[in-house]
């Protein structure tokens, strides 16, 4: 199992422009999410899903959008990048099997 | 609406002196609690959750639903303990299953 993959690792963008976030997971987790780690402030949840098809916003949903089409791939759309989304983000999964929460390896996103 | 509180920022003990990391939650239903660390720039990783009551790396957490804590403690602590250590708090059950809120972290950072 690869668990939770994310691209790129790192990524710097313009102010303006619009990029995708790539998560995956291969465990068959039915929850979803995207979070933002930003200092002194933890992890903020941004959007999550509870299955294909459905999504739902968290903490901080403003200059994000999400789908989920399928079960294993949930990517976040910047949609004109702000020197506030210099962040880093994580995408975790869970399943309601008595699990907990797996993240992946995090994407480093400069906006200039 | 739920919150999780880690007081301190930054912690600092000497190997081999007692460790306690605070971690102090708001939440009007059933929750769960865990633990998770993340080494220098890696992903987030679970070290202990409330309901498997076991010790990982030396490490305990007992859930006080009295004084609403689950501070996270080791006798010993060790150079490779330093790290960020984040609380989180998940709801039990329902459609909020894959939503964690976290606290703000603690960086503990052990002295040889």
């Known amino acids: 199992n690869a668990g939770v993959t994310q691209t790129p690792k790192f990524q710097v963008l313009k102010t303006g422009q619009s990029m995708t976030l790539q998560c995956a997971q291969d465990m068959n987790h039915e929850y979803m999410s995207w979070y933002r780690q930003d200092p002194g402030m933890g992890l903020r949840l941004i959007h999550y899903?509870?299955?294909?098809?459905?999504?739902d916003q968290g903490e901080v949903p403003n200059g994000y959008n999400v789908s989920r089409s399928t079960t294993e791939d949930f990517p976040l759309r910047l949609l004109s990048a702000a020197p506030s989304q210099t962040s880093v983000y994580f995408c975790?999964?869970?399943?309601?099997?008595?699990?907990?929460?797996?993240f992946g390896p995090g994407t480093r996103l400069t906006v200039l | 609406a739920q919150r999780v509180t880690q007081p301190e920022k930054l912690l600092s003990v000497f190997k081999g002196a007692p460790v306690e990391l605070k971690c102090n939650y708001s939440y009007s239903g059933s929750p769960e609690l865990f633990w998770y660390v993340q080494y220098s720039r890696q992903r987030l990783q679970l070290l202990l959750r409330?309901?498997s009551r076991e010790s990982i790396k030396g490490f305990t957490a007992d859930l006080n639903k009295g004084e609403t804590s689950f501070h996270l403690k080791k006798p010993f602590a060790q150079e490779e303990d330093s790290a960020m250590y984040y609380c989180?708090?998940?709801?039990?059950?329902?459609?909020?299953?894959?939503?964690?809120?976290f606290g703000q972290g603690t960086i503990l950072t052990v002295h040889p």
């Open positions: 409330h309901i």
């Open positions: 899903s509870v299955g294909a098809g459905i999504t």
């Open positions: 975790a999964s869970s399943s309601s099997v008595g699990g907990y929460t797996v």
């Open positions: 989180a708090l998940r709801n039990a059950g329902g459609t909020s299953y894959g939503k964690l809120t």
